[in-house]
């Protein structure tokens, strides 16, 4: 499956890079999944993802929480905590 | 009438509350964020979503005027780089009554520091550049609202 990822604030500094498309594994079915694949496939996302506790997401522009299924999804943010106000 | 707006430029605090007012409104509280200067601070940088963070302020607009009587609502955001002194956010509610435009204005600061996608980067006088962290007193204070 083909995801468009797109990337915030100190997530996008450590991977590098603002978006990218990937092509998922069958086996990365949610979120928790996809970090832990984003974590194990480099050196930079292995920085970015150390800790999926402090990351959150949108799948399709609604925030979602960890366990959220990818099924049908085309594009994931993923970023820190929000900061803004 | 409900205002909102994600904006690189400097916002026009006189010209948002002279739009927001046009309707006459009985009650009219303000919020106003605005850079510190703390600590050496030289440039805080906002950076936001395209699309999401537009919309986050929609949402939380019309949740705002789903809960109170509100007869306007004005939420202007702030993003990339700006200086100490600079404002960063302005939140305007109306109502016919007071308790009404008070309590939409500090539900629509409070959730807008937990529920919209804005990122702060401090830049220092030192050159340290740092990424601020969520406190988890504003999620408590955004949780009172639930």
């Given at each position: 499956m083909a995801l468009s990822i797109a990337y915030f604030a100190w997530v996008r500094e450590r991977m590098g890079m603002a978006d990218e498309v990937v092509e998922l594994?069958?086996?990365?079915?949610?979120l928790t999944a996809l970090l832990a694949w984003l974590a194990a496939r480099d050196d930079r996302g292995a920085l970015a993802f150390a800790?999926?506790?402090r990351i959150r997401a949108a799948i399709d522009g609604v925030m979602m929480g960890?366990?959220?299924?990818?099924?049908?999804?085309r594009e994931v943010a993923l970023f820190p905590p929000v900061t803004g106000g | 009438m409900i205002r909102v707006a994600v904006q690189g430029a400097a916002i026009d605090v006189g010209a948002e509350f002279d739009l927001h007012d046009a309707g006459g409104h009985g009650a009219s509280a303000s919020f106003i964020g605005r850079v510190r200067g703390d600590g050496g601070l030289v440039e805080l940088f906002l950076e936001h979503h395209p699309v999401m963070t537009e919309a986050g302020l929609g949402d939380l607009a019309h949740a705002a005027a789903d809960r109170w009587q509100l007869a306007a609502l004005t939420l202007v955001h702030r993003v990339g780089a700006m200086a100490p002194g600079d404002t960063i956010v302005l939140v305007l509610a109306s109502s016919p009554h007071r308790s009404e435009a008070l309590a939409a204005c500090e539900f629509l600061i409070d959730r807008l520091k937990t529920d919209v996608m804005l990122w702060k980067r401090e830049t220092f006088g030192d050159g340290r550049v740092t990424w601020v962290e969520a406190r988890a007193g504003d999620a408590v204070r955004a949780e009172r609202w639930e």
């Open positions: 594994p069958a086996e990365v079915t949610d800790e999926p506790q960890p366990g959220a299924p990818l099924i049908g999804a | -």
